[in-house]
């Protein structure tokens, strides 16, 4: 049962992280730009939370002699992948969106 709760984790956070990036570039594109980058602060808060139970849960299965693999678990991490690259994207949309705003 733990080990389906710790995926569950993993997908909150990581759903979370991602949610806050697409937050960054919704609002860097209206202009707001703080705001943004305030989102992009609380997305890389929440994929940090992600990263370290993904790397507590991989240490513990890596203990372990018989390790299943679990269909939620490998949801869990493409969550955990795909919110690493939507932020990586959000960064570079949001920086792109402050520089075309200095040009206004």
Do not use: P, W
Not at 66 to 80: C, F, G, K, R, S
Request: contains cysteine; proline residues 0%; glycine residues 2%.
């Amino acid at each position: 049962m733990k080990r389906e709760e710790d995926s569950c984790q993993l997908i909150l956070y990581s759903s979370n992280a991602r949610t806050k990036a697409m937050e960054a570039i919704s609002n860097a594109k209206t202009g707001n730009v703080v705001l943004a980058n305030d989102n992009l602060k609380n997305a890389k808060d929440e994929l940090l939370i992600a990263q370290k139970k993904h790397a507590e849960l991989l240490r513990d299965m890596a203990n372990e002699e018989d390790v299943e693999t679990n269909l939620l678990m490998i949801h869990a991490e493409d969550h955990v992948f795909g919110a690493q690259n939507t932020l990586e994207m959000a960064n570079e949309i949001v920086e792109l969106y402050g520089r075309l705003k200095e040009y206004e």
